[in-house]
């Protein structure tokens, strides 16, 4: 799912060639797409695009006559430019256009699972509704971020990924987060000594600072085509088995469900490995309890 550098790369370029440009036409295939009937999605057609907003990992356009577009993309959803207005929805994939006078914005979704949503809406009450309630952490104050994280105790990695307390951060920049502050991923939240956690708050906006600008950077005046959660400038997410940037030990990784969570146990947890569910319990006293005991 695109985080929130993901998403302010999107932003960027959506601004950079669309505000201040009416709407031609609204094409949509994939009516599951639409989540609201009033206002219809023809009503943005001859409203100009006034600035383009993020709220977490959605994406808000903001058209004359108070019309916003809340757009989430969820997991498969992905935005496309082409500079034909008019231009063709892609094959299968393509579920919506919105047509401006420079060019078109497209929205695809891969996969048989349609989950990405287009809300349309008449006032920023009702765009409000959206918001999770979590802080925004590239806004947040120390006090704020603090009074977040322990709100409940639960795992810094699960508090971080939960939008009821923090906007846009998913499972890859938690990850990374959790690397540069040197932070276990199932230290309890409540339980955080106050030095881990001005760490924790100074790795997070670092992290979502340093990569929502390497992502602008590298448009260079394009279009984001590779919105991925796996990055090899990445120090540990999607990186299991590889050797850690800071200490080379190997990358170690929690599954559970769908999801999976990177490490290093060296740099985070004193070298001590945390138990992954399933292959702990497959191999019980074999399982290693420390980095050492790999080789």
Not at 52 to 70: I, M, N, P, T, Y
Not at 240 to 266: D, H, L, M
Request: aromatic content about 6%; charged content about 25%.
């Amino acid at each position: 799912m695109p985080e929130l550098p993901d998403i302010e790369a999107y932003r960027h370029a959506i601004s950079r060639r669309a505000v201040g440009h009416r709407v031609t036409a609204v094409r949509v295939r994939g009516f599951s797409l639409l989540k609201t009937f009033d206002p219809p999605v023809d009503e943005l057609v001859g409203h100009t695009l006034e600035s383009v907003e993020r709220s977490g990992k959605r994406l808000v356009l903001c058209f004359s006559g108070d019309l916003f577009a809340v757009l989430h993309l969820m997991i498969a959803g992905r935005l496309r430019w082409s500079d034909e207005t008019g231009a063709k929805l892609p094959g299968k994939l393509g579920l919506a256009a919105i047509d401006f006078e420079p060019g078109t914005l497209i929205l695809t979704e891969a996969g048989t699972r349609k989950r990405a949503s287009l809300h349309l809406h008449r006032s920023r009450e009702e765009v409000a509704a959206h918001d999770r309630g979590g802080i925004e952490p590239l806004q947040a104050s120390h006090d704020e971020f603090v009074a977040a994280l322990t709100r409940e105790n639960r795992t810094v990695k699960r508090a971080l990924v939960d939008p009821r307390l923090f906007s846009g951060i998913g499972n890859a920049y938690s990850d990374e987060i959790l690397h540069r502050a040197r932070l276990s991923p199932v230290k309890l939240s409540q339980k955080l000594p106050a030095q881990a956690t001005h760490r924790l708050y100074e790795a997070t906006r670092t992290v979502l600072r340093e990569w929502s600008g390497k992502l602008i950077a590298e448009l260079d005046g394009g279009w984001p085509e590779k919105v991925t959660a796996f990055r090899p400038e990445f120090a540990v997410h999607g990186k299991y088995g590889q050797p850690c940037p800071v200490c080379g030990s190997p990358v170690q990784r929690i599954r559970y469900a769908a999801n999976e969570t990177n490490y290093c146990a060296t740099c985070q947890n004193d070298g001590r490995l945390l138990a992954d569910r399933s292959l702990s319990r497959l191999l019980k006293d074999d399982w290693p309890r420390t980095v050492d005991e790999l080789e």
